[in-house]
């Protein structure tokens, strides 16, 4: 029997199909009795006057995979489509090279102009074969005191006891390398230094894909170059000219955090100890992503979701709240500049091919995008002009924007953070200020909170994920941190009690988030299982909700989809999008563009509101997409509510919120 089917057949799993299947009997045969009765209270209660049966919303954020590394082999049900390695022929079902292999080749290229920052750099050449993967800071054996993984179940329990299912804490004591850090990862035997030219499976590793794995870098000027976009390139169905071919390259000639060093040397494709990382990817036909397959065959996944900005969590989490960037400020709020040795400058250092001049100390960074003479700007403010529908670069002059990862302004008891590397506190409004004024309820529960709050140092939780952690407006009112700023563990105790709040972000600790080489997409996958479980235990509670499941970012991974560049700062490469709802189409894939700011435009439809600012990228339409090039918007920059993952009554969906949308017919809109 497969691991699939050892799974589906599991009791708990069961349980869910079972608890899915009766919910969605109980929300549509209670829908129209309960109606009258909920737009009575909705009266009383701004959080249930919503355009859409859907009264909360769940938001869970795992980290740094893209879609094709998740779902490349996924075969969805009979009579849907989807864009992906398996359907391009890149791969076939059973993670061979598939007959369009070549299309997703990489190349070396020449970048030695230390006056120029390369987007889509000359002298390109196809690798041989791909530079050997690596191991990187991937865990070489089980420590208690260094995990993960942890030496013991019991030290497993101690941490994440609580926050998983019983018997999924063992994934936490289980994948270790076996290896020294920073070597070719030998993991994949003869094949290491033998790799064809495109993408591998990575759960060739070992037995399964239960395996801790090296994260590739993915910064923002090294993100934009892997993407190699020129509109020399474009053709009608990537109009954006994104050959998504560097990826090896940009890895291995600069990596992450050059940050002002000289090059070493010797210099070799492993000195950066990433080798070819992203081009791995997971197989759900030989058992990987049990439990995300499931939900993609049961309900709605996107192939047309992206991260929105080019780079890391910290930049991408920010996005979630804001639907925009952030910038540094003086001490009254105002755009400043940061230390030198904090702006980035992708320029290649004499005498090197590639090696970054300066690349944001210590992991953050900032540009002034509205200055065409600063490092790297020129080169992708000329691109994105060179565009058809030249979007707006959204660069407000002698601003410099965060790029990348820094420390947020507020710490958790609500003092600012004065650590080095930190950005200063932010004016940017959020969704939780607009959420605040109309009087809908909401939280940010993220594991790990109440230990942050006391002993950030012992805590996992993620600080720059937290878009509200970073804001002014929210940190300096205690009430409101109290309120809305939360614990996992209080997050079961709302859905037990029947006080969730109509619109939830959630975020796993840095163990369970699956972010690679300090987690596992197994233990993000047990994460999100058990919340779901608890959702849909509560038929009420189920009959009204929606989840979306995504991560953060693409983690630098390769992925084959489009990119629509909407700004300065991205979009970036597709990412997952599970929707999970009694409404949500079962086990279809949906393909309208959307990003992060997609859920914030769902929430604002939903909720009847305004966009967060005259500026924030959840002002750009609804894309219209044809059927020639079903993946690219006609109207670009544009980006989708998410609504057509869902099919609702006619009546909550048509013409009463003031949103555009797709059209009705009768009974079920829409379709």
């Given at each position: 029997?497969?691991?699939?089917?050892?799974?589906?057949?599991?009791?708990?799993?069961?349980?869910?199909?079972?608890?899915?299947?009766?919910?969605?009997a109980v929300a549509s045969a209670v829908w129209p009795a309960v109606a009258e009765s909920q737009q009575n209270?909705?009266?009383?209660?701004?959080?249930?006057?919503?355009?859409?049966?859907?009264?909360?919303?769940?938001?869970?954020?795992?980290?740094?995979?893209?879609?094709?590394?998740?779902?490349?082999?996924?075969?969805?049900?009979?009579?849907?489509?989807?864009?992906?390695?398996?359907?391009?022929?890149?791969?076939?079902?059973?993670?061979?090279?598939?007959?369009?292999?070549?299309?997703?080749?990489?190349?070396?290229?020449?970048?030695?102009?230390?006056?120029?920052?390369?987007?889509?750099?000359?002298?390109?050449?196809?690798?041989?074969?791909?530079?050997?993967?690596?191991?990187?800071?991937?865990?070489?054996?089980?420590?208690?005191?260094?995990?993960?993984?942890?030496?013991?179940?019991?030290?497993?329990?101690?941490?994440?006891?609580?926050?998983?299912?019983?018997?999924?804490?063992?994934?936490?004591?289980?994948?270790?390398?076996?290896?020294?850090?920073?070597?070719?990862?030998?993991?994949?035997?003869?094949?290491?230094?033998?790799?064809?030219?495109?993408?591998?499976?990575?759960?060739?590793?070992?037995?399964?894909?239960?395996?801790?794995?090296?994260?590739?870098?993915?910064?923002?000027?090294?993100?934009?170059?892997?993407?190699?976009?020129?509109?020399?390139?474009?053709?009608?169905?990537?109009?954006?000219?994104?050959?998504?071919?560097?990826?090896?390259?940009?890895?291995?000639?600069?990596?992450?955090?050059?940050?002002?060093?000289?090059?070493?040397?010797?210099?070799?494709?492993?000195?950066?100890?990433?080798?070819?990382?992203?081009?791995?990817?997971?197989?759900?036909?030989?058992?990987?992503?049990?439990?995300?397959?499931?939900?993609?065959?049961?309900?709605?996944?996107?192939?047309?979701?992206?991260?929105?900005?080019?780079?890391?969590?910290?930049?991408?989490?920010?996005?979630?709240?804001?639907?925009?960037?952030?910038?540094?400020?003086?001490?009254?709020?105002?755009?400043?500049?940061?230390?030198?040795?904090?702006?980035?400058?992708?320029?290649?250092?004499?005498?090197?091919?590639?090696?970054?001049?300066?690349?944001?100390?210590?992991?953050?960074?900032?540009?002034?995008?509205?200055?065409?003479?600063?490092?790297?700007?020129?080169?992708?403010?000329?691109?994105?002009?060179?565009?058809?529908?030249?979007?707006?670069?959204?660069?407000?002059?002698?601003?410099?924007?965060?790029?990348?990862?820094?420390?947020?302004?507020?710490?958790?008891?609500?003092?600012?953070?004065?650590?080095?590397?930190?950005?200063?506190?932010?004016?940017?409004?959020?969704?939780?200020?607009?959420?605040?004024?109309?009087?809908?309820?909401?939280?940010?529960?993220?594991?790990?909170?109440?230990?942050?709050?006391?002993?950030?140092?012992?805590?996992?939780?993620?600080?720059?994920?937290?878009?509200?952690?970073?804001?002014?407006?929210?940190?300096?009112?205690?009430?409101?941190?109290?309120?809305?700023?939360?614990?996992?563990?209080?997050?079961?105790?709302?859905?037990?009690?029947?006080?969730?709040?109509?619109?939830?972000?959630?975020?796993?600790?840095?163990?369970?988030?699956?972010?690679?080489?300090?987690?596992?997409?197994?233990?993000?996958?047990?994460?999100?299982?058990?919340?779901?479980?608890?959702?849909?235990?509560?038929?009420?509670?189920?009959?009204?909700?929606?989840?979306?499941?995504?991560?953060?970012?693409?983690?630098?991974?390769?992925?084959?989809?489009?990119?629509?560049?909407?700004?300065?700062?991205?979009?970036?490469?597709?990412?997952?999008?599970?929707?999970?709802?009694?409404?949500?189409?079962?086990?279809?894939?949906?393909?309208?563009?959307?990003?992060?700011?997609?859920?914030?435009?769902?929430?604002?439809?939903?909720?009847?509101?305004?966009?967060?600012?005259?500026?924030?990228?959840?002002?750009?339409?609804?894309?219209?997409?044809?059927?020639?090039?079903?993946?690219?918007?006609?109207?670009?920059?544009?980006?989708?509510?998410?609504?057509?993952?869902?099919?609702?009554?006619?009546?909550?969906?048509?013409?009463?919120?003031?949103?555009?949308?797709?059209?009705?017919?009768?009974?079920?809109?829409?379709?």
């Amino acid at each position: 029997m497969s691991r699939f089917a050892q799974v589906v057949g599991s009791p708990l799993l069961r349980g869910s199909l079972l608890c899915a299947a009766v919910s969605l009997a109980v929300a549509s045969a209670v829908w129209p009795a309960v109606a009258e009765s909920q737009q009575n209270a909705a009266a009383q209660d701004p959080s249930l006057k919503t355009a859409s049966p859907i009264k909360h919303v769940i938001v869970i954020v795992g980290e740094n995979r893209t879609f094709d590394h998740v779902f490349g082999a996924y075969q969805p049900r009979a009579g849907q489509t989807i864009s992906n390695l398996l359907t391009k022929g890149i791969i076939t079902a059973d993670g061979q090279p598939g007959p369009n292999f070549s299309a997703a080749a990489q190349y070396t290229a020449s970048a030695t102009n230390p006056n120029l920052f390369e987007m889509a750099p000359g002298g390109k050449q196809p690798y041989s074969v791909l530079p050997a993967p690596n191991t990187g800071g991937t865990a070489s054996t089980p420590s208690d005191t260094n995990p993960p993984p942890f030496a013991t179940l019991a030290a497993a329990q101690a941490v994440e006891g609580s926050v998983l299912e019983p018997q999924d804490v063992v994934k936490l004591t289980t994948g270790a390398s076996g290896l020294p850090q920073d070597v070719p990862d030998t993991r994949f035997g003869a094949n290491t230094f033998n790799l064809p030219n495109g993408p591998y499976q990575i759960s060739r590793v070992g037995p399964d894909y239960d395996q801790y794995i090296n994260s590739p870098v993915h910064r923002f000027y090294q993100n934009w170059q892997q993407a190699d976009c020129s509109t020399a390139y474009a053709t009608p169905d990537n109009p954006s000219g994104c050959r998504m071919d560097l990826f090896a390259w940009v890895e291995t000639s600069v990596g992450a955090g050059a940050n002002g060093k000289a090059q070493p040397t010797p210099f070799t494709d492993q000195t950066t100890h990433e080798g070819s990382t992203a081009l791995g990817y997971y197989n759900t036909n030989t058992g990987d992503m049990p439990y995300f397959t499931h939900l993609a065959r049961e309900f709605t996944i996107s192939d047309n979701y992206h991260q929105p900005v080019m780079g890391g969590t910290g930049a991408n989490s920010i996005m979630i709240g804001t639907a925009d960037a952030i910038y540094y400020t003086d001490s009254n709020g105002n755009p400043a500049k940061p230390p030198v040795n904090q702006i980035e400058n992708p320029l290649p250092m004499a005498g090197t091919n590639n090696w970054y001049t300066q690349d944001g100390y210590s992991g953050g960074s900032y540009s002034n995008c509205s200055d065409l003479h600063q490092p790297g700007v020129g080169t992708l403010r000329h691109y994105l002009n060179s565009l058809s529908y030249k979007p707006d670069a959204k660069c407000a002059p002698n601003t410099y924007y965060l790029l990348n990862n820094y420390n947020p302004g507020y710490n958790g008891d609500g003092t600012v953070n004065t650590s080095t590397f930190t950005i200063p506190p932010s004016p940017v409004r959020t969704i939780g200020d607009t959420l605040l004024e109309k009087n809908i309820s909401w939280k940010y529960y993220g594991e790990g909170w109440n230990t942050f709050v006391s002993s950030p140092s012992k805590s996992v939780y993620c600080n720059i994920c937290n878009p509200f952690l970073y804001e002014k407006a929210i940190m300096t009112n205690p009430a409101v941190v109290k309120a809305h700023l939360q614990d996992t563990s209080d997050l079961y105790s709302d859905i037990t009690n029947g006080t969730l709040p109509a619109v939830s972000f959630v975020k796993p600790g840095g163990l369970l988030d699956g972010h690679p080489e300090s987690s596992k997409f197994g233990l993000y996958e047990a994460f999100v299982h058990k919340l779901v479980d608890a959702v849909q235990r509560n038929p009420a509670l189920w009959a009204s909700t929606a989840i979306f499941i995504t991560t953060d970012e693409g983690g630098g991974y390769y992925d084959s989809g489009y990119i629509q560049p909407v700004d300065y700062f991205g979009d970036g490469p597709r990412i997952p999008l599970i929707v999970v709802s009694p409404y949500s189409r079962g086990g279809r894939v949906v393909h309208q563009y959307s990003d992060h700011v997609s859920i914030v435009k769902f929430i604002e439809r939903n909720w009847h509101l305004k966009p967060i600012t005259e500026r924030s990228r959840d002002n750009l339409p609804n894309p219209v997409q044809m059927a020639a090039h079903p993946y690219v918007p006609v109207n670009a920059p544009a980006l989708g509510d998410l609504f057509d993952s869902f099919q609702f009554p006619r009546q909550h969906g048509d013409g009463d919120d003031g949103h555009e949308g797709s059209g009705g017919g009768n009974g079920w809109w829409p379709f």
